[in-house]
């Protein structure tokens, strides 16, 4: 079965650092484009990066841009967020999500979310 599975949250202080990863299984990695979502206490999720399947080109939210990076090893079927100069306000559970899109086709499937808090 499909199956995404985030790890790498945790506390960290201001201006620290975290690598999430998120390893896939169950469907052709190589095929879906990959996002990093996140979701704090009252807010709705919110889109933090993304990159595509066929180039790897990637994109970021206004608020991460020279912060964190988006990668992934399709060798080993996983999504990495870099997490640099973190701040407060980054505190959130951080979720992946893979997606595939054809003509008459869409296909989402999200990981259980891995805690961020950045706190002093």
């Known amino acids: 079965q499909v199956q995404l599975v985030e790890s790498g949250g945790g506390l960290v202080q201001p201006g620290g650092s975290l690598r999430l990863s998120c390893v896939a299984s169950?469907?052709?990695?190589?095929?879906?484009?990959m996002s990093w979502y996140r979701q704090a206490p009252g807010k709705e999720r919110e889109l933090v990066a993304y990159?595509?399947?066929?180039?790897?080109?990637?994109n970021y939210a206004d608020s991460v841009k020279g912060r964190f990076t988006i990668s992934r090893d399709n060798a080993k079927n996983t999504v990495y967020l870099q997490m640099n100069s973190l701040k407060p306000e980054d505190t959130a559970v951080y979720y992946c999500?893979?997606?595939?899109?054809?003509?008459?086709?869409?296909?989402?499937?999200w990981g259980q979310g891995t805690q961020v808090t950045v706190s002093s």
């Open positions: 999500k893979a997606e595939f899109r054809r003509p008459g086709l869409g296909l989402d499937y």
């Open positions: 169950g469907f052709t990695f190589n095929n879906y484009a």
């Open positions: 990159i595509s399947s066929m180039t790897g080109s990637s």
